[in-house]
């Protein structure tokens, strides 16, 4: 099954209390387009963190393989594996070239573990240009970093 996976992530300060969005769509072999949308807010972390953590929340949803396209504003995120960044710092024991330790490893450690059994293809787009579902990822996760998604989460991993 192909998936594609749009996603966001928000921080009201940073850190400062944040949020995830994400869209998740694929076409059923009748044709029938089939949308999911995601969010969560959380009381204190980083940008960075909710940009992981939308992809993450994204493949976590995927119950077999599949094919999974991935849109991101997140240069971080897909940098790190369009330019294998995040195969050099699970190398190097989750350090960085100037061997200091890699940001966010709890979250990178999940989401090689989520995407183990699909195929990722990683695309990135430019934030706040028009792009109609990374727009609704970016209200998605605001709305989420400010609440109005359900009660804000603790994130368990942020260390700051």
């Not at 504003?73 to 024991?93: H, I, M, P, T």
């Amino acid at each position: 099954m192909h998936v594609v996976l749009w996603t966001d992530g928000s921080s009201r300060g940073n850190p400062g209390p944040g949020g995830y969005g994400a869209v998740l769509s694929y076409v059923d072999p009748a044709g029938k387009v089939h949308t999911r949308e995601l969010s969560q807010g959380f009381a204190r972390t980083t940008n960075n963190r909710m940009e992981l953590l939308a992809v993450i929340a994204g493949l976590e949803q995927l119950r077999r393989p599949c094919e999974v396209e991935i849109h991101s504003d997140s240069q971080y995120v897909v940098n790190a594996f369009e330019k294998g960044w995040v195969w050099g710092w699970l190398k190097k024991g989750w350090k960085t070239a100037s061997k200091q330790p890699v940001k966010n490893p709890d979250l990178w450690k999940r989401l090689l573990r989520a995407g183990k059994p699909h195929r990722l293809s990683w695309h990135w787009v430019k934030g706040h240009a028009g792009t109609a579902l990374n727009e609704r990822c970016d209200e998605l996760a605001t709305s989420a970093a400010d609440g109005l998604a359900g009660a804000l989460l603790e994130d368990v991993g942020f260390e700051g």
